[in-house]
């Protein structure tokens, strides 16, 4: 089970004199349970790449399989293996349209005509996984909710389809910290509680070294690096500069010190886990 790019690329406004090709010939395979992000500097590709996962594009060349099926036949398990994938935009909130929270929500499940009791049971489900309590919120029009709470309606429209896989683009864009604390606890929950696949694009590296087990870094059109996080800032930085990407702060915290002469792993990718290599490389001395 997995989706697989298999020599992708994609050419915007192909035969024109404004033709640009946003990736090129990506091979790549993502296993079911992975949790990957997807970094790089604007325009390197990242949306352009996540677009084909749910066959919203077409490969200009190569071709895109969920769970072996190629995404671009006219067949019925073509159409059903790309409803496995399921997409957050970026700003999914401007998508909202329906009087209430709750038919908002079962837009996805009703299109699938599943009975009534099904689609509630959906809807409460999905809520629940954003943190947006039935009782509270279900009869309320989407648009007088706030900014954070409308984002989690459109979030838990997209799992109310129950997806297989879970792209998201940048879920946190123009969220206050609070709020992406909490989008991003939710994703987590998700992840760990149920067989969810999650592919998440976002800027910030602080957050996707918390959470993701596999970094796609993209480069002009190419992943340029693919691996753990803790490989990928633990090396080279030169190559991540060129790749336009940060390196966690506490990456570079413990770096330095390294450099200073304490004996310090250097792989810690959250606040967390530095402070217990640095009371550790202290001797034991002090306690968190
Ligand atoms: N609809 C389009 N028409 C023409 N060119 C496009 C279109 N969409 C994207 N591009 C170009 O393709 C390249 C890749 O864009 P893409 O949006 O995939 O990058 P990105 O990494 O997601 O960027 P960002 O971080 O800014 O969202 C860029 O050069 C962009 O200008």
Known sequence: MSIKLDNVSYTYMQGTPYQKTAIREITLEIQQREF???IGHTGSGKSTLIQHLNGLLQPTLGEVLVDGVNLHTKSAESKSARRKVGMVFQYPE???????VFDD????PRNLKLDADTVEARVRRAMDFVGLDFDAFSRRSPFRLSGGQMRRVAIAGVI?????????DEPSAGLDPRGRDEIFGQILNLYHTSNITV?????NMEDIARMANRLLVMHDGIISLDGRPETIFGGSIDRLRA????VPSVTTLLRKLKTAGLPVLGEALTPELATEEILAAMGGKYSA
Not at 105 to 108: D, H, L, R, S
Not at 243 to 246: E, L
């Open 36 to 38: 990957v992000g997807v």
């Open 94 to 100: 401007q998508q909202l349209f329906e009087e209430t």
């Open 105 to 108: 929500i079962a837009f996805g």
């Open 160 to 168: 109310a389809l129950e997806p297989t896989y879970l792209v998201l």
């Open 199 to 203: 592919i998440l694009v976002s800027h």
């Open 243 to 246: 790749a336009g990407v940060d």
